[in-house]
């Protein structure tokens, strides 16, 4: 199964997304966004960006 993304609203209001991997663990959790537009934004941003992104070691 592929991951998927899950919108969701916390106990603030704020609309938040999840990344979920194929098997159902949690994998990233977004910041707070005052709309759902403003987390698909988010979401969008996460799969243009994720295939180029560096990864950097920080120890």
Do not use: C
């Not at 592929?2 to 991997?21: C, N, S, V």
């Not at 994998?27 to 992104?53: H, L």
């Amino acid at each position: 199964m592929a991951g998927k993304f899950e919108i969701w609203t916390d106990a603030k209001g704020e609309y938040r997304f999840h990344l979920k991997a194929g098997n159902g663990e949690v994998i990233a959790t977004s910041e707070g966004y005052a709309s759902k537009a403003g987390a698909k934004n988010g979401i969008a941003s996460v799969q243009s960006n994720a295939p180029t992104a560096e990864t950097v070691e920080l120890d």
